[in-house]
C-alpha cells in the first residue's frame, strides 16, 4: 500500500488551499450571516475546476478521481463549509449519477456543462415519508409514449433552489419498491412542472441551499431516465458511496481547521501566568484531536484510492462517513472548549464550524443508518 503523495496531489491541494484562503475564507463569516452564496464564487470554483474535479477530463471535468476530489473537500472545509457543501452536492451526488450510468449522449449533454460549472447540479431522493428509508418515495413516474409524467414532491434537497439540473429517484412501480420499482430521471429545472418550493432556514451550513421541489404533471422524455427504468434505487445507493465518503473528507479539513486555531489560541493566551498550552489537560485535548485527524486523514484516502481503482466500497464509505462525522463533531466541541467563551463568540469562526458540523451526522444517511450498513456486511462475511 503506498500512501505517498505524488506531484500531482500536492498540486491540487496548493491550488484549492490557495484559492479557499483568498476567495473562501474571507467571505465564510458573510456567507453564514446573509444565509447565501454569492454566484460569483461558484462561478470562480468552477473557473479553477473545482465543478468537476473528479469527473474524466473526456466529460469536461480535470480527471482527478476520488483522490483528488476528497482533498479539494479537505481543502475547502478549512474555509467554509456552505461552500463545500455546494460544490459537494453538484459533483459527488449531482454529476456522480450521470458518470455512473449515463448513457454517452447523456453525459455529453448533461454532465459536461455540469463538470465544468455552466450547470448546476442536484440530488433528489429524500420526501417527508422517505427519509432514512428512502425506498418508500411516494413521487410517481408514469409511462405515456415516449415519456414520463412525475407527479410528488422532494423535501431538503441541496441546492434545488439554485440547482439547473436534478437527478430525480421515482417510483414506476411502487409495488415493487426498490427492487425495478423505482427509476432515476435527469431534470432540467426549467423543465414546465417543475417548481421550487420552501428554502429552509438552518441551524448550521447556512449559506448552502435547501430547498423542497415539487413536480405537477412534470413531462421527462425517455432520453433523460437515467440508467434502466426500475433500477434507480441502486443509482442512488451507489451514488451515495462517493457522497459519503466526500463528507469524510470534509470532516477532516474542518479537523484540521480547529486542531490549527486551538494550537494557536492554546499558545497565546495565559491564564495562571502561563500560556494555555502548558496545561497537561489542554495538551491532551490537542494530542487527542491530532490522534483522531491522523486516523480519519488514513481512512479517507485509503478508502479513495479503492475507488479510484474501481473496487466496491460501499462499507468502507459508510465508516469513513460514521467515524469522521462523529469524530468531527468531537474535535470542534473540543475546539471550543479549548477557546473558552471566545470559542463561543460569533467573531471567531469556532461557533460557526460548531453549527456546520451537525448536519454530517444525519445527512446522506444518518450515523445510524451507517451502522446498519456496516453491520449487515460484517454479519454476511461472518469476519472483518
Ligand atoms: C441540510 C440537509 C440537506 C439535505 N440534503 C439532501 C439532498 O441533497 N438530497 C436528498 O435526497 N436528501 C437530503 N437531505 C435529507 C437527508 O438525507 C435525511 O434527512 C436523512 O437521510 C435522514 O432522514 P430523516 O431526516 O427523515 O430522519 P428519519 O429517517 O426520520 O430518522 C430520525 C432518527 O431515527 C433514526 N432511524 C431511522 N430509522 C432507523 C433504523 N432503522 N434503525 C435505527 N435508527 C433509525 C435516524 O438515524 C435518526 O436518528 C438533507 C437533509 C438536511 C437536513
Redesign the pocket.
Known amino acids: 500500500m503506498d500512501f505517498q503523495w505524488t506531484e500531482e496531489h500536492r498540486m491540487i491541494r496548493d491550488m484549492v488551499k490557495k484559492f479557499t484562503d483568498q476567495e473562501v475564507r474571507p467571505l465564510a463569516a458573510e456567507i453564514d450571516k446573509k444565509k447565501e452564496l454569492p454566484q460569483a464564487l461558484i462561478r470562480k470554483g468552477a473557473d479553477n475546476g473545482l465543478t468537476g474535479i473528479a469527473i474524466p477530463e473526456a466529460y469536461g471535468g480535470s480527471g482527478f478521481g476520488e483522490i483528488g476530489y476528497c482533498i479539494m473537500m479537505e481543502e475547502l472545509s478549512h474555509g467554509c463549509a456552505s461552500f463545500a457543501i455546494t460544490i459537494a ?1 453538484h459533483q459527488s ?1 449531482g454529476c456522480m449519477p450521470i458518470l455512473l450510468d449515463g448513457t454517452e449522449e447523456q453525459k455529453q449533454q448533461f454532465l459536461v456543462p455540469m463538470a465544468q460549472g455552466e450547470k448546476l447540479g ?5 420526501e417527508p415519508g422517505a ?4 425506498s418508500a418515495l411516494r413521487t410517481t413516474a408514469v409511462e405515456d409514449g415516449d415519456a414520463f409524467v412525475i407527479n410528488g414532491s ?1 423535501i ?5 433552489g439554485i440547482a439547473d439540473v436534478v437527478i430525480l429517484y421515482a417510483a414506476n412501480d411502487p409495488a415493487k419498491g426498490p427492487r425495478g420499482g423505482i427509476t432515476a430521471f435527469i431534470v432540467p429545472t426549467d423543465t414546465p412542472g417543475f417548481s421550487v418550493g420552501t428554502i ?1 432556514e ?1 441551524m448550521g ?1 447556512r449559506g ?1 441551499n ?1 430547498a423542497e421541489l415539487i413536480f405537477e404533471e412534470m413531462r421527462i422524455p425517455r432520453s433523460q431516465v437515467l440508467g434502466k427504468v426500475g433500477e434507480g434505487f441502486k443509482n442512488a445507493m451507489a451514488t451515495l458511496d462517493y457522497g459519503r465518503l466526500g463528507l469524510g473528507a470534509a470532516a477532516v479539513g474542518a479537523s484540521k481547521e480547529m486542531l490549527r486555531l486551538s494550537i494557536t489560541h492554546a499558545n497565546e493566551r495565559k491564564q495562571f501566568g502561563r500560556p494555555l498550552a502548558d496545561q497537561q489537560i489542554i495538551q491532551f485535548y490537542l494530542a487527542e484531536m491530532a490522534a483522531r485527524i491522523y486516523a480519519m486523514e488514513s481512512m479517507v484516502y485509503r478508502t479513495a484510492a479503492m475507488a479510484d481503482r474501481g473496487e466496491r466500497f460501499s462499507r468502507e464509505s459508510a465508516m469513513v462517513k460514521y467515524l469522521c462525522t462523529e469524530w468531527q463533531d468531537w474535535i470542534v466541541d473540543k475546539a471550543m472548549q479549548v477557546h473558552g467563551g471566545m470559542g463561543y463568540m460569533t467573531h471567531m469562526p469556532i461557533e460557526r464550524f460548531y453549527r456546520d458540523s451537525r ?1 454530517n451526522r ?8 451507517q451502522r ?1 450498513v456496516i453491520a449487515r456486511d460484517v454479519l454476511k462475511k461472518g469476519e472483518y
Request: proline share 0%; aromatic share 10%.
Open positions: 452536492a451526488i442536484a440530488f433528489a431522493l429524500t427519509g432514512s428509508d428512502a422532494k431538503w434537497i441541496t441546492n434545488g429552509e438552518k451550513i448552502s435547501t448536519i444525519i445527512f446522506e444517511g444518518t450515523n445510524e443508518i446498519i
